[in-house]
């Protein structure tokens, strides 16, 4: 990090992960399965991509444990628990997971219990196959820990599984992904090396996600958005979080809302919240948006795809905002910018509303 022209302290954490990047990748699944040692590995979707799990179970032939298709939204512990049955049940001795955080949150919450090795093929931009966090939910409550035993070995990008993403789901995944690289700029842990990705990343997706748009069939364009995907889950995997993510998880394990969608929504907003107190990440953001309002112009992008732009929209009650803010504020997170109660209410009454941010 620089102030002037001198170089001030910083950490940067790498992340030990073997990445294969590419158009057609999923060939490779057999060689990095049996490169982990997998005798025998698991496959795991959520219901709507069983078909897509079904596909790799036949592609890994003698080495398929079969197949558990019940992957949920926030990793419901006790989804967790049956998937564990089946995967001692199986004999298997390690995941494969094709999907987007759902699915891939499953993953690392059997690796957690068993220590099994990961091979992951991601199908959205949600990033957490980079990262040592896992987010489970029990009893209406979110809650989320970083380990290296949930660290997926080998992620596999392939970019034809991104080719018929539908068009409001590429933007709700993008932004999701964008968050990531937006808060890696003024975390606790932010870096001149992540703050390098991170704007490259937030670029390229802005960039191509409205490529992708026109043109839903656009191998080019679709690796661009998966290449910026990527590059916001190291910053995930490798920087921190502040005050949008842990808005995020308060809102979706409180009140169920959907993730992507639920990030989709509130990075406008509390970027707005947080860039008083971070002009340097602001400096970059413009750059990286091409706007002098970025909150806005995130928003924009949300918008112009055809994404929801309000807590309101994805059914949270109004009634709900006091209560999030009070759950907030219980175990607070680095912020840049200290959490003040009414503050707060205010920004999640305007991420309620659907308000375009001035900022």
Sequence with gaps: MTQGNAMQPFIYTGHPARVIFGVGTTARLSAEVEKLGIEKALVLTTPPQKEQGEALVELLGARSAGLFAEATMHTPVNVTERAIEAYHRSGATGVVSIGGGSTIGLGKAIALRTDCPQVVLPTSYAGSEMTTIIGQTEEGRKTTRKTQKVLPETVIYDVNYTLTLPP????????????????????????????????????????????????????????????????????????????????????????????????????????????????????????????????????????????????????????????????????????????????????????????????
Excluded at 271 to 285: E, F, Q, T
Aim: charged fraction near 15%.
């Design 168 to 359: 409001v789901m590429t933007v709700t995944s993008g932004m999701n992904a964008i968050a990531h690289a937006v808060e890696a700029l003024y975390a606790e842990e932010a870096n001149p090396v992540l703050s390098l990705m991170a704007e490259d990343g937030i670029a390229k997706m802005v960039a191509a996600l409205g490529q992708v748009q026109e043109r839903p069939q656009d191998v080019d364009a679709r690796a661009d958005v998966l290449y910026g995907a990527w590059l916001c889950a190291i910053c995930l995997g490798s920087g921190g979080v502040a005050l949008h993510h842990k808005l995020c998880h308060v809102l979706g394990g409180s009140f169920n809302l959907p993730h992507a969608e639920t990030h989709t929504v509130v990075l406008p907003h509390a970027l707005a919240y947080n860039a008083p107190a971070v002009p340097n990440a602001i400096a970059a953001l413009r750059r990286a948006t091409g706007s002098d309002t970025p909150a806005a112009a995130l928003f924009d992008v949300a918008q112009s795809g055809g994404a929801p732009t309000s807590l309101r929209d994805l059914g949270m009650p109004e009634d709900g905002i006091e209560r999030a803010v009070q759950i907030t504020l219980e175990n607070p997170y680095f912020n840049p910018r200290p959490l003040e109660a009414d503050a707060l209410k205010a920004t999640l009454s305007a991420a309620w509303a659907g308000d375009r941010p001035n900022a």
